[in-house]
């Protein structure tokens, strides 16, 4: 078998132009562009270049984006006063808080303070305790609801499906679980501490990998047929690879989203959609 590759460039782009249409209408209607603000708190070069593929994500939809930068040295007293008056900005429509910050800043209290109206990153209590209860509004993180809007316009039907995910951070591997958990499949959460991993797998009708750890899964690990959706960006000597030895597995699965070119495009395009709702959610009052 030889698996259909899910385009993550391809539904990028389509939903760019999409959602362009969508921040002109709200741009027209209300006067001002849904902005996010991209909060970071130090010198880190990986959180720098993301917080700049956000601003380029921004501009190619029409969204306004605003970059707040503290020293490495901020205290927590002066980061909880930034993010005070991002909360209360009234053009300010979400609020992204970019890993990783100095040892000294309690990140969890950020979150929690964040006001969770403007939490297009899905990470605020609330809205992951709505994304558990499945009680909109809620803001879904964008990785996973990236994977899930692949599937979803590749045609996978997921009731009754055996779903497993390998990864159970709060950013791609629990919430993938909930979003497939109420399109009622029947779900597996793994991690670093499940026995006998690869029988697990092979179990899986829905295969989804949040890891980190470069073409770990092998084709004798996925059910032939399966769906196989790589979260897995590491980057090696080789080249960015994913958690499943693509080649592989593309042999085995029905479908696969690719490293590079799956999962990845189609994140910043989630966090537009995020963005959008916010603005859409904080206008309504
Ligand atoms: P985390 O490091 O937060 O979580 C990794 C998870 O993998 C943990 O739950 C860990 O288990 C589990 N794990 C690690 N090693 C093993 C192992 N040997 N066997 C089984 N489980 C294991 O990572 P993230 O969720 O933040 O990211 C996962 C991947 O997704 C990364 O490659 C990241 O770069 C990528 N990513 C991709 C995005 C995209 O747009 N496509 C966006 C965000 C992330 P335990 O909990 O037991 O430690």
């Keep these: 078998m030889s698996a259909q590759m899910l385009d993550g460039k391809a539904l990028a782009k389509r939903l760019r132009e999409e959602l362009k249409e969508k921040f002109a209408e709200f741009t027209a209607a209300h006067g001002y562009a849904p902005t996010v603000a991209i909060f970071r708190i130090g010198d880190d070069e990986a959180s720098a270049g993301y917080a700049r593929a956000i601003e380029k994500t921004c501009q190619g939809v029409g969204a306004g984006s605003r970059m707040i930068v503290l020293p490495q040295s901020a205290t927590q007293a002066e980061v909880e006063a930034a993010l005070d008056m991002l909360n209360a900005d009234p053009r300010v429509h979400g609020i992204m808080i970019l890993e990783p910050v100095p040892d000294q800043i309690d990140h969890a209290a950020l979150i929690d303070r964040m006001d969770p109206r403007k939490d297009v990153d899905g990470v605020h209590p609330l809205n992951a305790g709505r994304l558990l209860?499945?009680?909109?509004?809620?803001?879904?993180?964008?990785?996973?609801?990236?994977g899930l809007r692949l599937m979803e316009e590749a045609g996978v039907s997921f009731k009754g499906k055996h779903a497993v995910i390998v990864g159970r951070s709060d950013i791609v591997g629990k919430p993938m679980a909930l979003l497939l958990l109420h399109r009622h499949c029947t779900v597996t959460i793994t991690h670093s501490r499940t026995v006998d991993l690869p029988g697990v797998c092979r179990s899986a009708d829905i295969l989804c990998l949040a890891i980190g750890r470069a073409e770990m899964v092998k084709a004798d690990w996925v059910k032939p047929g399966a769906v196989a959706v790589d979260f897995g960006t590491t980057y090696t000597d080789d080249g960015l690879k994913g958690d499943c030895d693509q080649a592989g597995v593309a042999e085995v699965a029905g479908?696969?989203?690719?490293?590079?070119?799956?999962?990845?495009?189609?994140?910043?395009?989630?966090?537009?959609?995020?963005?959008?709702?916010?603005?859409?959610?904080?206008?309504?009052?």
């Design 255 to 285: 479908l696969l989203t690719p490293v590079p070119g799956g999962t990845g495009p189609v994140t910043n395009v989630m966090l537009m959609e995020n963005l959008l709702a916010a603005a859409e959610l904080l206008a309504a009052g």
């Design 133 to 146: 209860a499945n009680r909109p509004p809620f803001f879904v993180p964008a990785t996973p609801a990236g």
